[in-house]
């Protein structure tokens, strides 16, 4: 009898204890696809095969494989394993591990004014209109390549982004000047 | 023209890893030659021995993990690991006990960890440690203090001893210790450690033939010849202070206070000091730059606590000294302690 | 305990942690007075030199320059002028390789100097209490005067401090080895040193100011000793000799025990820190009226004969510098700009000294020694122990070698100040500095990244809305039209009776449902619910290799390209490329700033009307439609009216201009139409078709003024277009005819290349030749396909229509620009007349099954009067032109109709659309009446404008009120 009662008491001072633990230490976590969310490039690109970042966050979150984003590249990948608590696996598709960063550049003399490019745009960053010369907003471009595709005279090239003083990464032995004397 | 290329800084100080290992060395002199005067030449024997299969060792392993071999083999680490080793364990151990110890400490404890630099406990102390609990025999088969033998040891029965176990009279090692007064030499640590268990003070037990003043006999001037090595290792700033200074500060103080609780059970400071590998562990092995903490304040509690473990162990544990176990238990903690000791970064949280 | 302020007036002086003491070798060049060198046969100057952007340019190629006349001027955030640092002319304005570690080139004016060294007319001042605060500031920035010490920050803005001064604190340390720049001058113009220092005493009234000398420059300390003793608020403190105390946060900490908060700036604390260099050229700005146009320079290192400092001309190549004091290079040499400790190795000897070069150091290889080989970290921590930040270095070389960004920053990697100490000290010689740099450059851009991608998610969310929104409308107006209010009986009888007459047509209504569905499969491709990526992927693919393959030409190739024509073509972009961003950088400036002013958009100096000119015209246009776009700025169109006023000097630009503003109306316009709750979710697009037509005429005015390469690669482009139509056409049919178009594309591809590279080639008669021959055979591509198609069923019709209406649209464009060539005209004519078959045929076709095509047909019956207008606003001089854009525009609004036929199948959706594009074309015609009265052909074509807007806008109320 007494040992039922301790024991009862015991359970009820535990069970006190860790709801209040419960809702005093509680972790304020964002959703999980949030988070994959937040890994994600948000180049929209649809390499992945789903309609942009946040649905394949959400089929992440589902269980999909985590190596489907080529933007990202092997640091994606490597950041989702952590997240996700599964092994970091090489890119689906043989894709590079370190993606060279492009944006799009339309070559305007060759551009007819389709509008193809600007419905393509996942993120509005091509201007231009009806049989007006297009072109692409560099800031806002995310190099996905949606609007390639479409174009019905080629003229959208993928550019690798241009190095500058503030991109540069002191990578002293790449230097290549043109030596003069 | 065609100009190189560097990063800055263009400058460099001369020092290099090797020369560190080198000062460390010769640092370690005085005390060797002071242990050979009172040991014998067996612990040179055993250093040479040492010398030649961490070469060896070193080189065997480089050569499989496909690492340059001669140049790092120049950096010396290696080679101060067997000197640490060395002059750790008894000089008239058997060879086998030297070259198990240095395989043990150069190919798992250093280079299985990635090789210099990645290994989390110190070498020396990990190999010392494995042969103790292996070998408890030959490893605490100190031979006592020459003057104590009745006739010094030949050098040839040294070389006989080490390799083949029996002198050229056919006497084993314990045959040889046992000799004079058909009563076993134990160190003075030993001793100290026996009396208390069998109920006689320290001071009844500190009237033995092997002490003197403060110590044991040799074991004290041996001490003090690492110590004078250690003072100059922190000279040359080679080593910082704080580890030396906080290990022995804490020793010191823990041993005085036993003392004053309990005379009759307890050393005193000096005992403490002097004994063992007091010194030896203060300066060379809690020191070792790799297992060591690298934060001021982490190196104050890092010392600090294996001065409490060299006590602790030394009088509540199994065995008498307790440097090496003090010194893997705290090598264990260094990332914990770095971790919390992070120094104040310049314009973080200024104090006015 | 005394006061702060008491304790440093007593001399106490604080200590920072670590430090250490590499040689000085500053005995060799600090026994020499300061040289003057013979004035260099060219000077490069960077337009930007500073912390900040740059000056726009304020003179041309070819000019005629006098000794400090600016050559730049100040605009905007931090931009300081550069002068010309002698007389001369300037012989190229071009990117070459910068004072910078990586040497990227950078935009430079070259300038040959005349030899005279004739001066501007100088103005200096002679008390600067006659000065008002401001005219003072102003000054300093005109000079042009930047941190001298090594940063680069404009003077001007520090001098300019909102905050409270207690402590100005004048940097003589030099602490870096070799450095003697600061020494001597202070040894030689302590006065003038002390004059600046009051001059910014005037400008910030310190409590106190502190000057810190090392205490190996007994001498400067003297001297400056000497030449302050009249001020009792300036105190010259000898600090002791360790690196690196010139830092700007360890003198702070040395001379007044404070610490700059992390992160921070020292005016966060109350203190100032300047250069003496700095001082000086306020001092020479202010009391001589000289602009910043030279300063001093240590050339030193054991491979000088001659190490000294010397009065260097901003400009001045190294080369000249190394020469002039006798350079003996050795094996691998390297000549450092900077310290041994903080230099960076130059890629090469033709590099300008800027305004923050204080010493050129070419080190034989036992003085400083090439570093050797990196070994790991035995976590000595002798790097820390020497940090002066206090940081763990060894800690931080861990992770940035395993590339824990979080890490790093939790450690505080950014408050390393990457002055060496802990690179110096390592015995196991790791290039730790380099380390931090790299992570340091790698953190940044993943930060930069992070934004951009917060950027990207927002404005594809955006977008989603919109799209969603739009579809939702649509839905909803079908809805609506479904679920009307019972009817009364006979209407119900009316509509019973007409079902029964649809349940009868059942039978013939195939190809009305067959419309439908394609309509619908056409809505859901573009809602883009789910896009279908195989095709791309594979597309994805080929582009990629070509990145790699760009990318692995990049990396080995510094010899120029192979071909004349892949480096014409590549200039050409990447001109069309800086004019994007150029308008990006516009656009992005215009919306942050508040009110966007004239003076932002491009600088009228320029009058050559070249083809980059023009396009930047059109890009910026382009960008300011886009801003009209956002929601917030309902003043937008007038602001861009005033530029259209400003810049009413060159024609072509005019018209870009009023182009401009017509497309931002239309764009507001449609954003009305959008918030007035009325269904009309517009296409971004759409309302922009209304306004295009004189742009349109506009543009090739610009562009293509004289340009034939140009035209050529117009034509490419089409043959290109069609050509990739045709692929895709096949593709779609299936199996069999596939290889066949597959082939004609091969077929047809090496002709278009050679269409390309003739491009740029100059004579017109081969290219002519290719591109006419490329045309027929997409013709007779187009053609046969056209027949295939026809056998099977009717969806392809539209896309024929489509196809068909395509390539003489297409061939419009080169009309435009090749008014000339003869056989050019006779394809186009025979294209007309075979649209005009097709359309008909077409019309027969969808005329069988329902009524659509009749409210297509009252609209392409509408549309020829209006389109009359059109032609006579284009240019209205070349004959041959009119003919063909006319065609070309009737043609594009049967095609137009057509697809509304097709749409009016399924929805009246794209009525609402069409409606929309309808109102656009009045709200554009209003501006340009306003903007430009005077030109006549343009008047007409305002006018007819006007009238067929009218005309649209009636027919759309009556569709508004029909339905209801």
């Known amino acids: ?181 | 023209m065609k100009l190189t290329m560097a990063s800055s800084p263009h400058n460099h100080s001369q020092k290099s890893v090797s020369t560190l290992m080198i000062t460390v060395m010769c640092a370690c002199i005085p005390g060797i030659l002071t242990q050979a005067y009172f040991f014998g030449f067996g612990v040179l024997i055993q250093l040479i021995i040492a010398l030649v299969t961490a070469t060896l060792v070193e080189a065997v392993i480089l050569k499989l993990r496909n690492k340059p071999i001669l140049s790092t083999l120049n950096d010396g680490s290696a080679w101060l690991t067997a000197v640490l080793l060395a002059i750790s364990i008894p000089p008239l151990a058997p060879w086998w006990i030297t070259v198990i110890g240095i395989v043990f400490a150069i190919g798992m404890v250093k280079q299985l960890y990635g090789g210099l630099g990645f290994n989390i406990f110190n070498p020396a102390m990990g190999a010392y440690v494995l042969l103790l609990i292996s070998f408890p025999v030959q490893m605490t088969s100190w031979i006592p203090v020459e003057q104590l033998l009745g006739a010094p040891i030949a050098l040839t029965d040294q070389f006989s001893l080490i390799f083949t176990h029996t002198n050229s009279a056919g006497l084993t090692l314990d045959n040889v210790r046992t000799s004079i007064d058909g009563t076993t030499m134990a160190t003075p640590l030993d001793a100290v450690k026996t009396a208390v268990s069998q109920s006689f003070t320290v001071s009844e037990a500190m009237k033995g033939a092997q002490f003197s003043d403060y110590a044991g006999i040799g074991w004290q001037w041996v001490n003090v010849a690492y110590l004078l090595g250690g003072i100059y290792l922190i000279k040359t700033k080679v080593i910082n202070w704080h580890i030396p200074v906080s290990l022995i500060a804490t020793l010191a103080i823990c041993s005085a206070i036993g003392y004053i609780v309990s005379p009759g059970t307890q050393a005193g400071s000096m005992f403490h000091l002097f004994s063992g590998a007091t010194m030896l562990g203060a300066f060379f092995i809690a020191t070792d730059p790799v297992s060591a903490c690298t934060t001021n304040k982490g190196r104050l509690i890092f010392g600090a606590a294996i001065g409490l473990l060299i006590y602790l162990i030394r009088h509540f544990g199994g065995y008498p000294d307790a440097v090496a176990f003090a010194v893997l238990l705290m090598n264990m903690a260094v990332p914990l302690i770095e971790h919390y000791t992070q120094p104040r970064t310049y314009g973080h949280g200024a104090k006015k | ?964």
């Open chain 3, 1 to 964: 305990m005394d006061t702060l302020l008491e304790q440093i007036e007593l001399g106490t002086l604080w200590q920072f942690p670590g430090g250490i003491h590499p040689p000085q070798q500053k005995t060799l060049s600090n026994d020499k007075p300061i040289a003057r060198l013979a004035l260099p046969s060219k000077l490069v100057l960077p337009l930007k030199q500073h912390i900040g952007a740059n000056g726009q340019l304020i003179v041309n190629k070819g000019q005629h320059v006098l000794k400090g006349q600016a050559l730049t001027q100040p605009s905007g955030n931090w931009s300081l002028p550069i002068h010309a640092p002698t007389s001369g002319e300037i012989t190229d304005i071009a990117p070459m390789p910068s004072a910078h570690p990586s040497a990227l080139p950078e935009l430079s004016i070259i300038l040959t100097p005349d030899g005279k060294d004739t001066w501007t007319e100088l103005t200096p001042v002679t008390s600067i209490e006659q000065l008002s605060h401001q005219a003072l500031i102003d000054l300093i920035h005109n000079a042009g005067i930047a941190g001298m010490g090594g940063a680069g920050f404009p003077t001007y803005i520090k001098a300019d401090s909102q905050r409270p001064v207690e402590f100005l604190i004048v940097n003589g340390v030099e602490c870096e080895p070799y450095i003697t720049a600061d020494d001597m001058l202070m040894r030689e113009h302590a006065e003038q040193i002390v004059q600046g220092i009051e001059i910014m005493q005037h400008l910030l009234t310190p409590t106190i100011t502190l000057i810190g000398i090392e205490d190996n420059k007994p001498e400067a300390v003297d001297a400056l000793q000497n030449a302050s003793k009249h001020n009792p608020n300036i105190i010259v403190r000898a600090i002791p000799t360790i690196y690196p105390s010139g830092g700007e946060k360890q003198l702070i900490k040395v001379l007044t025990s404070q610490e700059v908060p992390s992160g921070g700036i020292p005016a966060d604390i109350g203190v100032l820190v300047q250069n003496v260099g700095t001082l000086f050229a306020v001092s020479e700005a202010v009391f001589k009226g000289k602009p910043l146009i030279e300063r001093v320079v240590t050339v030193t290192g054991s491979t000088i004969t001659d190490a000294r400092n010397v009065w260097a001309l901003i400009g001045t190549e190294i080369k000249h510098l190394l020469d002039s004091q006798g350079f003996e290079p050795v094996e691998a040499q390297r000549v450092v700009m900077g310290g041994p400790m903080m230099g960076f190795t130059l890629p090469t000897v033709r590099i300008p000294v800027v305004k923050t070069t204080n010493c050129i150091l070419a080190p034989d290889n036992s003085e400083l020694a090439h570093a050797g080989e990196e070994k790991a970290c035995i976590r000595c921590s002798a790097c820390a122990d020497v940090c002066p930040q206090t940081l763990l270095p060894q800690q931080l070389q861990w992770f940035a070698k395993g590339k824990e960004y979080d890490k790093l920053e939790s450690y505080n990697l950014f408050d390393c100040i990457e002055c060496g100490a802990c690179s110096y000290v390592c015995p196991s010689e790791i290039p730790l500095v380099q380390y931090y740099r790299v992570a340091k450059a790698e953190i940044r851009e993943q930060k930069i990244e992070q934004i951009n991608a917060e950027r990207a998610k927002v404005r594809f969310e955006a977008r989603k809305a919109r799209l969603e929104q739009e579809q939702e409308e649509r839905k909803n107006r079908h809805s609506r039209t479904s679920s009307r209010p019972a009817k009364p009986a006979a209407e119900k009888a009316k509509v019973a009776d007409a079902l029964s007459r649809v349940t009868q047509k059942q039978g013939e209504k195939s190809a009305v449902q067959a419309a439908i569905e394609r309509a619908k499969a056409k809505k859901m491709a573009d809602g883009s619910v789910q896009p279908d990526n195989s095709e791309m992927m594979q597309e994805r693919e080929k582009r990629k290799e070509q990145a790699r393959q760009y990318k692995a030409q990049k990396q080995h190739d510094d010899t120029p390209n192979d071909s004349k024509s892949a480096v014409a073509a590549a200039i050409a972009r990447a001109k069309a490329k800086k004019a994007a961003k150029l308008s990006d950088d516009q656009a992005i400036a215009d919306l942050d700033t508040t009110k966007p002013c004239a003076s932002e958009t491009p600088s009228p100096d320029e009058t050559k009307a070249d083809p980059r000119k023009a396009a930047v015209a059109a890009a910026i246009a382009r960008a300011k439609a886009k801003k009209a776009a956002k929601p917030s700025d309902g003043n937008v169109p007038e602001e861009v009216s005033e530029t259209a006023k400003t810049h009413s000097d060159t024609d072509p630009r005019k018209a870009a201009v009023a182009a401009a503003i017509e497309r931002a109306k239309a764009k507001k316009a449609a954003k009305l139409a959008q918030e007035q709750g009325s269904d009309e979710a517009p296409h971004v697009n759409n309302p922009e078709s209304g306004s295009k037509p004189e742009l349109d005429t506009a543009d090739p005015v610009n562009t293509e003024a004289d340009a034939d390469p140009r035209k050529a690669a117009v034509a490419a482009a089409i043959a290109r277009a069609k050509a990739k139509k045709a692929a895709k056409l096949a593709q779609e049919q299936g199996s069999d005819e596939a290889p066949i178009a597959n082939n004609a594309e091969s077929g047809s591809k090496p002709e278009l290349d050679t269409a390309d590279s003739v491009n740029t080639e100059a004579d017109a008669d081969p290219r002519k030749a290719a591109v006419a021959a490329a045309i027929a055979r997409a013709k007779a591509k187009k053609a046969a396909k056209l027949a295939q198609e026809q056998g099977s069923d009717e969806a392809p019709i539209a896309n024929n229509a489509e196809s068909g209406s395509k390539p003489e649209l297409d061939t419009a464009d080169p009309v435009t620009t090749e008014a000339d060539a003869d056989p050019r005209k006779a394809a186009v004519a025979a294209a007309i007349a075979r649209a005009k078959a097709k359309k008909a045929a077409k019309l027969a076709q969808e005329q069988g099954h329902d009524e659509a095509p009749l409210a297509n047909n009252a609209e392409s019956g509408s549309k020829p009067e209006l389109d009359t207008g059109d032609p006579v606003s284009t240019e209205a001089d070349v004959d041959p032109r009119k003919a063909a854009v006319a065609a070309a525009i009737a043609r594009a609004k049967a095609k137009k109709a057509a697809k509304l036929a097709q749409e009016q199948g399924s929805d009246e959706a794209p009525l609402a659309n069409n409606a929309e594009s309808v109102s656009k074309p009045e709200l554009d015609t209003g501006d340009p009446v306003s903007t430009e009265a005077n030109v006549d052909p343009r008047k007409a074509a305002v006018a007819a404008a006007i009238a067929r807007a009218k005309a649209k806008k009636k027919r759309k109320e009556q569709e508004g009120n029909d339905p209801s």
């Open chain 1, 1 to 181: 009898m007494y040992a039922l009662i301790a024991l009862g008491s015991l359970a009820l001072i535990f069970g006190i204890i860790l709801g209040y633990a419960a809702v005093k230490y509680r972790v304020e976590s964002s959703p999980i696809v949030e988070q994959v969310d937040a890994i994600l490039p948000q180049t929209q690109c649809g390499q992945c095969g789903y309609p942009g970042c946040r649905p394949y966050a959400e089929a992440i979150a589902n269980g999909d494989e985590i190596n489907k984003c080529p933007p990202g590249g092997d640091a994606t990948v490597k950041k989702l394993a952590d997240l996700m608590g599964v092994d970091a696996k090489p890119l689906a598709g043989g894709e590079e591990a370190e993606p060279i960063k492009t944006v799009a550049y339309i070559r305007e003399d060759e551009c007819i004014g389709c509008t193809k490019c600007i419905q393509a745009c996942p993120v509005d960053a091509i201007v231009g209109a009806t049989r007006q010369m297009h072109t692409v907003i560099d800031d806002e471009c995310t190099g996905c390549d949606l609007c390639v595709e479409p174009c019905p005279v080629d003229c959208i090239d993928m550019l690798p982004v241009e190095q500058t003083k503030q991109t540069w990464k002191w990578q002293l032995n790449a230097i290549s000047v043109t030596q003069i004397d």
